[in-house]
């Protein structure tokens, strides 16, 4: 593992680099030119979904890849990379990162987080960022491992549904808890939200859509001017 990637990412901005499935913008070519944009105008990092779209992107930047595979198993929750072999897939395709889903969530066929996390460290050699959604889950998967930690699913999960990101407490109490670096993930809407999270502590913040999603900013405008399609 090569943890001197992580020293570039201090106090930076991450951008991820995805788009629906439906979207004409969900093709690698696509992709790999939002990715290299973000490197081209000083983005320390793009976190990108898919054995595809992680190659392409490979193929066109130098910075650091965050990798992650959402993957939809009938009765599980758990969806960022839930099990091995998909952290196996997305390191081959280029990752220097692998993102998993370490909520406390019941995992597909009983792999459990520190399993997951021991095996990518030892067979692929990889860091782990680890999305969590509570203070429980985040101080679990630190003692799981997890070489960074983010609230990126802070709002996603039935125990957070009632809660709208960015979740600035959790992450205040994330930084007075952990001792490995705690990354910002979700709602992140203006530059002055950024620096709020990197004044509360936040290792490196993640942008999304605020930066690359089309899809949902121009239907968030069509809402703000009355419905219109």
């Known amino acids: 593992m090569n943890k001197d990637l992580l020293q570039p990412l201090k106090q930076s901005i991450i951008v991820s680099c995805q788009a629906p499935v439906e979207s004409p913008l969900h093709d690698p070519y696509v992709i790999a030119a939002m990715a290299k944009a973000a490197e081209l105008n000083g983005a320390a990092a793009v976190r990108i979904d898919t054995p595809a779209h992680i190659t392409a992107v490979r193929q066109k930047i130098s910075a650091p890849i965050i990798g992650l595979w959402k993957q939809q198993i009938p009765g599980y929750d758990v969806y960022i990379t839930p099990q091995f072999t998909h952290a196996e897939a997305i390191a081959q395709a280029g990752a220097d990162i692998i993102a998993i889903d370490a909520t406390l969530r019941e995992r597909p066929h009983q792999e459990q987080l520190t399993t997951i996390i021991t095996r990518i460290h030892q067979e692929l050699g990889k860091l782990v960022m680890a999305d969590i959604d509570t203070l429980e889950a985040a ?17 996603y999960t039935k125990a957070t549904k009632h809660l709208t990101p960015p979740g600035f407490q959790l992450l205040t109490e994330m930084v007075q808890k952990l001792q490995v670096p705690v990354i910002c993930e979700g709602g992140i809407s203006s530059p002055k939200m950024a620096q709020q999270a990197l004044k509360i502590g936040a290792f490196a ?17 069509l809402e703000g001017l009355g419905g219109r399609d």
């Open 139 to 155: 101080i679990f998967a630190e003692n799981a491992g997890a070489d960074l930690v983010g609230t990126t699913l802070y709002g």
């Open 205 to 221: 913040v993640v942008v999304g859509t605020d930066i690359t999603g089309i899809d949902a900013k121009l239907k968030a405008y």
